[in-house]
């Protein structure tokens, strides 16, 4: 590893440790930052998420190679780590280091984005079922208990099994829209509660219309649970897309993912661990980061530990 890329992943590092020291300052005080930070836990799923993102964004400066650059296919085939290459290399010489660094952008952005799209579908599913009702609601519901019913995988290997090669926005957006039925039950047991709330009616005696207050009143209100929800399904979302990887229906090669690399270092298992190791536990240490920190943001956003 050369200077400029030790010197930008201890960038990383201190943003890391300023961004968790300014969260805890300014949210400390409050009470839902107590709860927060009550979790041991969550401080370091913060900083390990923060981190990632920091070295995911600087990867240019972070990694010392190109992801697919074959370095000396003969010479440097399946190093172990070493000072030049801290995490060694793999079966075609491209520097580990530098294919999990580039990885961590693959990785982490189908997560966000997938689970953006179901968020936002799931979102607007529940608010509408429970705001409207009557036949809209159940045909909105059954069609819910149909997806929560057939496995996920099941539903993306039929729509992959459409294309000989899935571009990665669209790999996208199959994860996303098949992970929103959750998200819609969570967000229509919220609505139910608030369509009956006096501001919901002050509101529909103004004049405003249904999609003005699910919109503009009813989805702001709901805010919190859909947050942890969101977090907490993303580790969910990048496990997926490397399982996916891993059969080679994910990412396609040279692309580095976490889960195409564990692929690629299967056959070396023996002879070669760094090749699946560092990619499975950069993939475990997200997961478990964003585990924790959807944990601490639910207690956080309690209402019933509102005076905690």
């Not at 799931?122 to 057939?150: E, I, K, N, P, S």
């Not at 990619?279 to 956080?300: E, F, H, Q």
């Given at each position: 590893m050369?200077?400029?890329a030790?010197?930008?992943?201890?960038?990383?590092?201190?943003?890391?440790l300023?961004v968790?020291?300014?969260?805890r300052?300014?949210?400390?005080?409050?009470?839902?930052?107590?709860?927060f930070?009550?979790?041991?836990?969550?401080?370091?799923?913060?900083?390990?998420?923060t981190?990632?993102v920091?070295?995911?964004l600087a990867?240019?400066?972070v990694?010392p190679?190109?992801p697919?650059?074959?370095?000396?296919?003969?010479a440097?085939?399946?190093?172990?780590?070493?000072?030049?290459?801290?995490l060694?290399?793999?079966?075609?010489?491209?520097?580990?280091?530098?294919?999990?660094v580039y990885g961590?952008?693959?990785?982490?952005?189908?997560g966000?984005?997938?689970?953006l799209?179901?968020?936002t579908?799931?979102?607007v599913?529940?608010?509408?079922?429970?705001y409207?009702?009557?036949?809209?609601?159940?045909?909105?519901?059954?069609l819910?208990?149909?997806?929560?019913?057939?496995?996920?995988?099941?539903?993306?290997?039929?729509a992959?099994?459409?294309?000989?090669?899935?571009p990665?926005?669209?790999l996208?957006?199959?994860?996303g829209?098949?992970?929103?039925?959750?998200?819609?039950?969570?967000v229509?047991?919220?609505?139910?509660?608030?369509?009956?709330?006096?501001?919901?009616?002050?509101?529909?005696?103004?004049?405003?219309?249904?999609?003005?207050?699910i919109?503009?009143?009813?989805?702001?209100?709901?805010?919190?649970p859909?947050?942890?929800?969101?977090?907490?399904?993303?580790?969910?979302?990048?496990?997926l897309?490397a399982?996916?990887?891993?059969?080679?229906l994910?990412v396609p090669?040279?692309?580095p993912s976490?889960?195409n690399?564990?692929a690629?270092?299967?056959?070396?298992?023996?002879?070669?661990?760094?090749?699946t190791?560092?990619p499975?536990?950069?993939?475990?240490?997200?997961?478990?980061?964003?585990?924790?920190?959807?944990?601490?943001?639910?207690?956080a956003?309690?209402?019933?530990?509102?005076?905690a």
């Amino acid at each position: 590893m050369n200077a400029r890329a030790a010197f930008a992943l201890l960038g990383a590092v201190l943003l890391a440790l300023f961004v968790v020291g300014e969260v805890r300052r300014r949210a400390g005080p409050s009470a839902a930052g107590r709860r927060f930070f009550r979790h041991p836990p969550a401080a370091w799923g913060m900083f390990i998420l923060t981190f990632f993102v920091a070295v995911a964004l600087a990867a240019p400066w972070v990694a010392p190679y190109g992801p697919s650059i074959t370095l000396e296919i003969v010479a440097l085939k399946n190093q172990p780590p070493s000072l030049l290459h801290p995490l060694g290399t793999d079966l075609y010489s491209r520097d580990v280091w530098s294919r999990l660094v580039y990885g961590s952008r693959v990785s982490l952005s189908i997560g966000a984005l997938a689970m953006l799209v179901a968020v936002t579908v799931g979102a607007v599913v529940g608010a509408v079922a429970g705001y409207v009702r009557r036949w809209v609601d159940t045909a909105l519901m059954r069609l819910v208990d149909v997806g929560l019913a057939v496995p996920r995988i099941f539903l993306l290997l039929m729509a992959i099994a459409l294309w000989e090669h899935l571009p990665l926005a669209l790999l996208v957006l199959l994860i996303g829209l098949t992970g929103w039925f959750g998200t819609s039950r969570l967000v229509r047991a919220e609505v139910l509660t608030l369509r009956e709330r006096d501001f919901v009616a002050a509101a529909r005696a103004a004049g405003a219309g249904g999609p003005r207050i699910i919109f503009r009143h009813v989805l702001p209100n709901v805010a919190a649970p859909i947050i942890v929800s969101a977090a907490l399904g993303i580790g969910n979302v990048m496990l997926l897309e490397a399982g996916l990887s891993f059969l080679g229906l994910g990412v396609p090669p040279p692309m580095p993912s976490w889960g195409n690399m564990i692929a690629d270092g299967a056959a070396q298992l023996a002879t070669a661990p760094w090749t699946t190791v560092f990619p499975g536990v950069a993939i475990a240490l997200v997961v478990m980061a964003l585990n924790a920190v959807g944990d601490a943001l639910r207690d956080a956003f309690d209402p019933r530990r509102a005076t905690a």
